[in-house]
């Protein structure tokens, strides 16, 4: 898994509350057996005019002008802001994947679905939480100024403007070191191997028509 | 003064109360579970859970296999996990396989992937085949005070059951395959009360979108909910199943019942299921699995049974419901901006006008099914209206779509599929067809549609159709009358 450590990027506003998962990355791309090749289909629906299709080239759909990833000064963005329960729905990781595959690595938003959540960390995305508030200026700042970027630390926990306007955020300990440091958590689960072995065995006495 | 003494009473009363459940406080059921699951506590406060069950399917599981295979990594404990197709299984014309060479290739790389691993899997053709969220109860694979997961976040259908059952995403599926754990922080706990008697005619669909309705979409976020109560404690283990198939929507991972002769009575005899001496001892354990009477929870909502009616959505989330008899909203009466905003996408979307009277709208199509609602006795109800009955000209296709082979065959035993058929449905192979419509069973852009399935997002069934979300038997008189009714209307 790629690490997050800092970033500074351009931001990306995704006005709407309740951004779905079948909004992210629709179901006919769920077919693919592989984690990557997502991101030309990110937000498909709302991206094109026509209907999209897996592994079909997208070079030369039509594409919906007003759509937010389709204006030519939100190009190349690595940052986007949301609004409240951004990522309900399903579980498909296909969401963070499409998002990352696009280039983007940090979401902001007052809420998120916990299964979306959970599976940003999994793939090197932060999901950043910021209240009410505070996203409210960033949404305004980051329409009133074209190229603007904001600088996210996941060390020091920071979401700093370019007017050095600073908002803290929460993350748990274990997923920040995993992130800080790209690792892959199943490894380091595997290390309390005897442990998962002595629990089985006492459930296997207590609890036997488990096995 | 004596006021006051009153007042000091009232405190000195309410501090002995808070410390003697201090002292003496009952766990919840999600707690009881979940204490016997852990392996582990971290330092962070994440638990190393483990995990008895993962059921598997073709969409959220390829990459985890790839990721196996890449790091040299076995399944922990083959037997812990049960895979079957069913996203993109198509339920027509299954004698020509999947013609789809995308899903094809999908539906084949799950059969390999368990034959690799060693994982047993309800293929296309064998009866036990069908939606993972169907086959598993109906397998006795799920069993009370089980830790169940699977990539799919209609895993919460099987708390029904006194199961902590969540959705997780591929990486955890790996993960869980990897190490039969999950690295888990405990979510908050709440209860949803519903007391009383539900009216004639009102089901577990109608409980869930109304407990949507109420607390919204993201009201469970961060919690586990514990659905409590005499209406709920009435309702058969498939109503529960509906019931907690529907957590999600409501933000929550998982949704639980307490185990009582209901959930006893339906395990009891299932292929998987303990028998003889071990079923005695685990039928001893599993009367444990409710909450204690002086368990605290985080939360706690109260709704009256009897002022749920039959529920339809007329949005595009699921939280955008009303009672039949209802209408849809007027814009001014939103509460701010952004409900303002979600509104008005959503009514142009469904391509409805403010105000407008539930009974009023006319559909194109019906879809009965999916892991929500293709359960026997969904189908009993939808049969028991359309009965004697034909479909109305304005609806193009009326499809009733089994949960799994074995729900075919038993109600084609019960001559409901004949029921259907006289009436003009169409009767399919299991799977989750329109639920999603990753096979060819779409909506076309602008189509309507009756579904008893659980999302009515934009696209959800098909690019620019048009979802209400609906109970069985208010699906099938919808197909009879070509517009919503009042079921209880229904004779
Ligand atoms: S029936 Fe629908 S909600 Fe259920 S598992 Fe299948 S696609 Fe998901």
Not at chain 1, 16 to 44: E, M
Not at chain 1, 164 to 184: I, T
Not at chain 2, 447 to 464: D, H, I, M, Y
């Amino acid at each position: 898994m790629q690490a997050f450590t800092t970033l500074n990027g351009l931001v990306v506003p995704m006005d709407r509350a309740n951004v779905d998962t079948d909004a992210i990355i629709p179901k006919q791309f769920l077919k693919s057996i592989k984690r990557t090749g997502y991101g030309p289909f990110l937000f498909d629906e709302w991206r094109y005019e026509d209907v999209g299709e897996p592994e079909m080239d997208c070079t030369n759909r039509p594409i919906r002008k007003d759509f937010v990833l389709n204006q030519t000064r939100y190009q190349g963005a690595e940052i986007m802001l949301a609004r409240e329960n951004f990522g309900c729905g399903s579980s498909r990781e296909h969401a963070p994947w499409a998002i990352l595959d696009y280039g983007v690595s940090c979401v902001i938003a007052p809420s998120f679905a916990d299964i979306f959540y959970n599976n940003c960390f999994k793939n090197g995305i932060l999901p950043v939480v910021l209240t009410d508030a505070e996203i409210d200026i960033l949404f305004a700042e980051t329409v009133a100024h074209e190229g603007y970027k904001i600088t996210v630390d996941l060390k020091a926990q920071t979401v700093t403007t370019p007017s050095g306007q600073s908002f803290s955020f929460e993350v748990e300990d274990f997923r920040k070191h995993c992130l800080l440091n790209g690792l892959d958590d199943i490894g380091l689960t595997l290390q309390n191997g005897d442990v998962i072995h002595s629990y089985e065995a006492g459930r296997k006495t207590s609890a036997p028509w488990l096995f | 003064m004596v006021l006051a003494l009153v007042e000091l009473c009232l405190i000195l009363l309410g501090l002995g109360m808070i410390a003697g459940k201090e002292v003496s406080m009952g766990d919840t059921l999600f707690e009881k579970v979940w204490q016997q699951h852990v392996v582990k506590a971290n330092d962070d406060g994440s638990v190393l859970l483990y995990i008895d069950r993962q059921l598997v399917h073709e969409v959220t599981s390829p990459q985890a296999f790839e990721g196996l295979r890449l790091a040299s990594r076995k399944p922990w404990r083959v037997g812990a996990s049960i895979a079957t197709p069913d996203h993109n299984v198509p339920t027509t014309g299954l004698e020509h396989g999947i013609t789809d060479p995308v899903a094809r290739k999908q539906v084949e790389a799950l059969g390999t992937n368990c034959e690799e691993f060693g994982i047993e899997e309800f293929s296309m053709g064998d009866i036990r085949q069908g939606i993972v969220h169907v086959v598993g109860p109906e397998q006795g694979k799920v069993l009370p005070g089980m830790t169940v997961v699977c990539g799919d976040s209609h895993t919460s259908t099987h708390g029904a059951l006194g199961a902590i059952a969540m959705g997780i995403g591929t990486s955890e599926v790996e993960h869980v395959l990897a190490t039969q754990t999950l690295i888990q922080k405990k979510p908050k706990v709440m209860r949803i009360n519903v007391e009383g008697d539900l009216s004639q005619g009102i089901t577990g669909k109608d409980v869930a979108l109304f407990i949507i309705g109420k607390i919204g979409t993201a009201g469970g976020t961060g919690y586990a909910i514990e659905f409590a109560g005499s209406a709920i404690r009435a309702l058969s283990m498939e109503g529960r199943m509906t019931l907690c198939n529907m957590t999600i929507e409501a933000g929550a991972r998982c949704g639980m019942v307490a185990v009582d002769d209901v959930t006893i009575n339906y395990v009891k005899g299932r292929p998987s299921s303990p028998k003889g001496d071990m079923w005695n001892k685990a039928e001893a354990a599993w009367r444990e699995l409710h909450s204690d009477a002086d368990a605290i929870f985080d939360a706690e909502v109260h709704l009256n049974a009897a002022d749920i009616t039959p529920q339809v959505t007329w949005g595009t989330s699921p939280e955008m419901v009303v009672p039949i008899t209802g209408s849809t909203p007027a814009i001014a009466d939103a509460k701010d901006e952004v409900q303002r905003e979600g509104w008005s996408r959503a009514l142009a979307y469904m391509g409805l006008k403010e105000n407008t009277a539930m009974q009023d709208i006319h559909i194109d199509k019906v879809f009965i099914g999916s892991c929500t609602n293709a359960r026997i006795e969904d189908f009993r109800a939808a049969a028991a209206i359309a009965k004697g009955h034909k479909i109305a000209g304005n609806v193009k296709l009326a499809m009733v779509v089994p949960g799994s082979g074995l729900v075919k065959a038993q109600a084609e035993s019960e001559g409901l599929d004949v029921i259907f058929k006289d009436a003009g449905f169409e009767w399919r192979e299991p799977g989750c067809s329109m639920c999603l419509a990753m096979n060819a069973d779409r909506l076309e852009a602008g189509e309507r549609c009756a579904s008893t399935s659980n999302r009515n997002f934009e696209g959800r069934q098909g690019a620019g159709g048009r979802t209400h979300l609906v109970s069985p038997a208010m699906a099938a008189a919808a197909a009879i009358k070509g517009h919503f009714v009042d079921i209880r209307d229904w004779n």
